[in-house]
């Protein structure tokens, strides 16, 4: 940072710029959008880069800051504003990549992304990114030209140098730079930078690089800007970082600090942590003793103590956990003090829990699983995420659905079977099975046929005929499916004759309303073998109907 010498990334990064100028200036063939493409690739990677140390500078801010929050908080707080603005300008300039693109193909957003994206990995991280290869337009200019530039300077290339100054203005504040220095890059229209056409003529930042810009070169000139607020912010970090004078740090006052990877793990897994002090010398040698199953540091315990060798400041616990239960730890740091030479114990101590894999399976609706329908299931374990847990069920299907699951078994197993949902994930690498549960498997009970929601008794008569037809109704079941009635046979008595007809379908026919039409007081009339279709496919035989005319 001493006199702000470029370092070589970022003399690296500003050749890059020339080579793109350069393209710029000749005729696109294949061979310059092939350029294009390597230079736009390797700016991407360099931009990844960068990201990463700067997350790394802000986890080493972040620990000073948990230490020693009074002393830290000002210049934290204003580290986190850099933070915010850089990644918002970010999110903005692959906005307009993204933008670009679609109006040079002219395709729906869907179609953006389904086509010209890709996962990938990068430094461990999950994410969607333009592959620019891809794109069949990245020598057009046409359409990029119209959204960057526009009339009246209404383009997007107005709106990107106002929020390059803006950032920029954070950035020389965070610095302590005037405004019209050239250590921190983002310089647009700022005095006495000149930018001029292929004819001499003088032009604008925005005009410069978006005017008759093929889509290659504006996507390409995004990352470079990527780069610059990347650098800015990882400059200005620092800048911050290094505000916070370790000199300050009192040594009667420092404290030792156990920051675990969890407190909470599974039988088999490794006990992680880290053990860190407010204010260190990097040269300093740093070493630490510990024992286990106390939370008090002894000095009788030394002998007995193992001792741990220190990297810049962080001391690094590893435990097996092969007992369960509560398990504890102390220990001390030394180190030695430079204003009296002397070595000097700093006690620390923690604990931890260690439990046996624990799998939940929970059905949402019945505690069974019935067969032809969707059953529910909510399966987790105690200290994984819902993502990590992988079931498997030994008979019919399992399918994810949103955050739970669904059990889906269509053929009935033998008689006395159960249904084993079990599930493995991975932790710390290993694939470590965490149990499993057994449900019993049934057929979905058979509905109860009504018609006016009655079995039988007494009906009047234009509620008889309004009624209809008959409903089979599953009473107290929490799946929404439904049987249908397929067949039944009315019955009365007419004249003293029995009078039986067998009806499709679960509507009464024209002639079965008749007869009830035509009935007389107290008459009975029989509903029988009634059938019913169930969602399994199977045919059941509900309850017999019987109702009298009031």
């Known amino acids: 940072m001493a006199g702000y010498k470029e370092t070589p990334r970022q003399k690296m990064i500003a050749m890059m710029y020339l080579v793109l100028t350069a393209l710029l200036a000749l005729n696109v063939s294949k061979e310059i959008l092939d350029a294009f ?14 990201a990463v140390k700067t997350r790394e500078k802000y986890t080493q801010f972040e620990n000073q800051y948990n230490l020693n929050t009074n002393k830290v908080s000002p210049f934290w707080e204003r580290a986190l504003n850099v933070q915010t603005e850089a990644n918002q300008l970010i999110d903005y300039l692959d906005y307009l990549k993204y933008k670009v693109v679609q109006v040079s193909e002219r395709k729906d957003s869907a179609m953006i992304m389904d086509l010209y994206y890709i996962d990938t990995v990068i430094y461990g991280h999950r994410k969607k990114v333009l592959d620019l290869a891809l794109v069949p337009t990245k020598d057009k200019y046409d359409a990029t030209t119209f959204y960057m530039i526009r009339e009246n300077q209404n383009g997007e290339a107005w709106k990107l140098s106002e929020r390059m100054q803006v950032y920029r203005d954070t950035i020389l504040n965070v610095m302590g730079l005037p405004a019209n220095s050239r250590k921190v890059g983002l310089i647009t229209n700022m005095d006495g930078i000149t930018y001029r056409d292929a004819d001499g003529n003088k032009q604008s930042w925005e005009m410069h690089n978006f005017y008759h810009t093929i889509l290659a070169a504006d996507i390409t000139i995004f990352n470079k800007i990527i780069a610059e607020v990347r650098t800015a912010e990882f400059n200005a970090l620092n800048k911050l970082y290094a505000s916070v004078s370790e000199k300050d740090f009192k040594f009667d006052n420092v404290a030792a600090r156990v920051i675990p990877k969890s407190t909470y793990v599974f039988k088999g897994q ?14 300093t040698q740093l070493d630490s003793k510990y024992v286990t199953g106390t939370d ?23 435990f097996n956990t092969k007992t369960e239960g509560l398990q504890k730890y102390a220990g001390i740091i030394e180190m030695r003090d430079p204003a009296t030479d002397e070595i000097v114990e700093y006690p620390y101590n923690s604990s931890y829990f260690v439990a046996p894999p624990s799998l939940t399976v929970a059905p949402l609706k019945m505690n069974v699983f019935y067969i032809g329908v969707d059953n529910p299931v909510s399966i987790s374990a105690a200290g994984l995420s819902k993502n990590q847990i992988k079931p498997v069920i030994d008979m019919g299907k399992l399918k994810k659905d949103g955050s739970n699951w669904i059990v889906r078994i269509d053929k009935k197993p033998k008689s006395g079977a159960m249904a084993t949902v079990s599930a493995s994930a991975d932790i710390d690498g290993k694939r470590m099975s965490l149990g499993k549960s057994e449900f019993r498997v049934k057929r979905v009970p058979s509905p109860t046929a009504e018609i006016a929601g009655m079995t039988d008794g007494q009906l009047d008569k234009n509620v008889f005929l309004a009624s209809a037809a008959i409903i089979p109704n599953m009473k107290d079941f929490e799946f929404d499916l439904y049987f249908v009635v397929t067949s039944y046979t009315f019955a009365t008595v007419m004249n003293g004759d029995w009078l039986q007809k067998n009806v499709k379908g679960n509507v009464f026919s024209d002639e079965v309303k008749s007869i009830i039409r035509n009935g007389k007081r107290k008459q009975k009339y029989f509903f029988e073998k009634i059938q019913a279709k169930g969602p399994d496919g199977t045919i059941r035989s509900l309850n017999p109907i019987s109702l009298e005319l009031k």
């Open 296 to 318: 008090k540091w002894k000095e009788t315990d030394v002998n007995r103590a193992k001792t741990v060798d220190g990297e810049e400041g962080t001391i690094k616990l590893k």
């Open 270 to 283: 490794n006990y992680e942590a880290e053990v860190l002090v407010a204010a260190y010398d990097s040269k």
């Open 37 to 50: 493409l390597v230079v736009n690739k390797s700016m991407e990677s360099t931009n990844e880069s960068v």
